[in-house]
Nanobody, 125 residues
Framework: QVQPVETGGGLVQAGGSLRLSCAAS????????MGWFRQTPGKEREFVAV????????YYADSVKGRFTISRNNAEKTVYLQMNSLKAEDTAVYYC??????????????????WGQGTQVTVSS
C-alpha cells in the first residue's frame, strides 16, 4: 500500500514561495502519475497539478498556471510542487496522491487512490 507523505507547508506572505515535497513508497512509484490537490473548509478537493509517470507530461489548474511547477525524482520516489507568487487564495491543505491506473494521466480526484495526510499552506495578504 502506497502512503504518500507531504512536507513543506507553512505560513508565507503573499508574493512569497514554498516548495512542497511528497515522499511515496512502493516499487512501482515510477509507473504512476502523481497529482497535487488542495482543499479549503466547506469546499471540494480541487485539482492543482499532475505529472506523468516519466515526468514528461504535466497539467495545471488555470489558477496556478505560470506560478506553480510540479516535478518528480523517481530515483528518490519524491514529487515536488514549487509554488511561487503565492496569493491569499492559495491558502489550503495540499494533498499529494497517486493515480489509481498504471500510466494514466487525469485531473479528477476520483481517479486517485492513495492519498497523503495533507500539509497546510497559509498565505497572508
Amino acid at each position: 500500500q502506497v502512503q504518500p507523505v507531504e512536507t513543506g507547508g507553512g505560513l508565507v506572505q503573499a508574493g512569497g514561495s514554498l516548495r512542497l515535497s511528497c515522499a511515496a513508497s512502493g516499487r512501482t512509484f515510477s509507473s504512476y502519475s502523481m497529482g497535487w490537490f488542495r482543499q479549503t473548509p466547506g469546499k471540494e478537493r480541487e485539482f492543482v497539478a499532475v505529472i506523468s509517470s516519466g515526468g514528461t507530461t504535466t497539467y495545471y489548474a488555470d489558477s496556478v498556471k505560470g506560478r506553480f511547477t510540479i516535478s518528480r525524482n523517481n530515483a528518490e520516489k519524491t514529487v515536488y510542487l514549487q509554488m511561487n507568487s503565492l496569493k491569499a487564495e492559495d491558502t489550503a491543505v495540499y494533498y499529494c496522491a497517486r493515480h489509481a491506473k498504471l500510466l494514466a494521466v487525469t485531473v479528477s480526484s476520483r481517479d486517485y487512490d492513495s492519498w497523503g495526510q495533507g500539509t497546510q499552506v497559509t498565505v497572508s495578504s
